[in-house]
Each structure stands twice: as C-alpha cells, then as structure tokens.
C-alpha cells in the first residue's frame, strides 16, 4: 500500500495540472497564435470568384484576406496546366439575345453567367409590400412576374475595404509602437493589387471585339423572371463573340504571365512564414482578414410588373427592339388578338421615330 503522504502529494500534482490548459486557453484567446497562418490556407475559390468579377481593368483591387496564399499556388498550376486563370464554365446556365436582330446564343462566359445570377430579392419585397396593401394576410410571392434591368458601366472599387483594413492595423501601432501588422496588411494588399492587375485578365475576361453598337438582353431564357437589357455606347463589348466562350480566341497565359504568378506565389508563402511568426497584438490582424474576406465573399452573387407580356410591352416602349428581341424567347406560341395588335403599333410607331 502506498503511503499516505505520496498518495496526498500525487493528487496535489494533478490539481495543479489541471489548471494548466485552462491558462493556456486564456493565453491563446488573449493573443491567437498561428491562427491567422491557418485561415490564410482556407478560401482560396472566394478569392477566384472576386478576382473573375472584378479584374479586367487597369486597376483591381481584391483586398488582402484568409485564402489568397492557397490561391496563389492554384492560379500559378492553373497557368502553367490550363493555360488560363478564368473559370473555365459559367456556373448559371444563360442565353444572350441580340437587341437588334433577335438572334440567341446560348451563353458559357463564365462573367455573363455571373450576370444571369441577378438576385430578385428586393422585387420580392416590393411585390409582397404591394399585395399586403390589398391584403394584410397575403404571404410572400415566390415569382414577381419578369424583371428587366437595364444596365450601364458603374465603377468597381475596394478601397473603402482596404481603408478600413489599413485603419484597424494602424491600431496597435498608435498604441503599443507595433508596427509589424500594418507591414503585413500593406505587403499583402500590394501583393493582392497586383494579382488582380496582371493584363492576362483583361485578355481572358473580355475575349471579343470592341466598339460593338449592338444592344443586348442577358437571361436564364423562357420560364426565368428576370431578364438583363445592356445599352449600346459605340464603345462596348460585343457579346456574341463574349458568350461564345474564351476558347474561340486565342487567351493562353505566356511566359511572362506564368513567370509572375511564380513570384507572386513566393512572395505570398513569405508572407505567410512572417504572419507566423507574430505574437503580439494578432487580434488586429484576424480583424484585417476578416474585412477582407466579408469583402471578398459579398463581390463573389429595377424595374418591374407584374405580367411577362406588359413587362416585354413596356421594355418595347422605352426602348425600340429589345421587347420584341425578347418576345420570341419568352413566348414561342401565338399571341392573342389585342397582343398583336400592341406589337403592330409599337412597331409603327419605331419605325415613324426612325
């Protein structure tokens, strides 16, 4: 039998070290270690998603966030084996149809079928809001009839994202002189910058012929509520050629592309031995990662009326060729009597405008 004092002296010891994990997780929750390492490794198809919608300009701005590291060695493997750094297919299925012709093309760019994923949740509303001043009992629509968006350029930016992220990294050092997370935020949004301007993104992204004066409807095709009207400009994209799909021109990486993201991909790993290595204040750095993927993840997803035919009606009467475009599409049987006779006014009457 063992004597009592040993027995009392061993069960001293494991009380003790029992409170040891419970120190080591108030330490880990007061200054997070190798966390920040971790998530730079997960998310890398976010950073995908927002580098193909918001690239293809002078200047692109993805901000710095959790996945770009992972991204970086998937975009230099995809460069040297595929060739491209755009998506290979759009994920929602889609048809272009020329304003002026009425020729349709079944769409795979993978942009314009970023296009076609327009969210109808605020017509949803409006609809319900509608039906409930009639009816207070009435419940939530699942369709609102057509919608038609019509669409001119809007300028993209993160720069209110990445002055966020900048002013929270400045934090630690206005307050303890740590200036070791503001490095790492201004190294990885150059980084990032870079990236989303390389001109391989502009050659895939918009493979087609400019100065296009066509006038275009982007939608899911018959039976879709929701239908994209692009105005003309003399300066556009011609969307024919852009459905179609990169593979009809020549968009392969060279080497100078290839041989970029290879130093890019180094320079993010880097990053990522550095970010290791911190061990004050990473609080603020999980902050900055955060914003930037919040970012990140909201860039990678009107008018309307209630009936198909008034809304193809009206779409007509603003504008001349687009309503009767449409038509065939979203109504391939035979019109009824007072519908033809709309249609025959309406052209009548574009045709005494010209």
Partial sequence: MAPRYLLSSTIASRDLSLNAPLSQLQQQLLRPRDVFTVLLLLGGNVIEKALAQLSGGRFTLVTFSFGWVVYSVSALVAAVGDNKLMPSSPDCAGKVI??????????????????????????????????????????????????????????????????????????????????????????????????????????????????????????????????????????????????????????????????????????????????????????????????????????AGCFGATKVMTTLLAVEEKYPGFGQSMLGEFFPGPLRNYEVQKWAELRERAQEGK
């Avoid at 275009?216 to 400009?233: E, P």
């Avoid at 990522?272 to 900055?288: E, H, I, P, R, Y």
Wanted: glycine share 8%.
């Fill in 98 to 299: 020329n304003g002026r012709s009425g020729y349709i093309i079944n769409n795979t760019s993978w942009i314009l079928g970023r296009i076609t994923r327009k969210k109808t949740t605020e017509v949803l509303h409006a609809k319900w809001a509608e039906l409930r001043a009639l009816d207070h009992r009435a419940k939530r629509p699942a369709r609102a009839g057509l919608i038609v968006t019509v669409c001119r350029p809007a300028p993209r930016s993160g720069l209110l994202s990445a002055g966020l992220q900048f002013a929270i990294s400045a934090i630690p050092l206005g307050l303890y002189g740590n200036w070791t997370i503001l490095f790492v935020t201004a190294w990885g949004t150059i980084l990032a910058l870079i990236s989303g301007s390389l001109p391989q993104w502009r050659k895939e992204k918009w493979a087609c012929r400019t100065h296009s004066n066509d006038q275009y409807i982007v939608t899911r095709g018959n039976g879709s509520q929701h239908a994209i009207a692009i105005l003309a400009n003399r300066y556009g994209l011609n969307l024919e050629d852009l459905s179609a799909g990169q593979g009809n021109m020549d968009a392969s990486t060279n080497f100078l592309t290839r041989l970029a993201l290879l130093i890019l991909c180094a320079l993010w790993i880097l990053l990522l031995l550095c970010a290791a290595g911190l061990q004050n204040d990473t609080w603020f750095l999980l902050a900055v990662g955060s914003v930037g993927i919040l970012h990140n993840v909201f860039v």
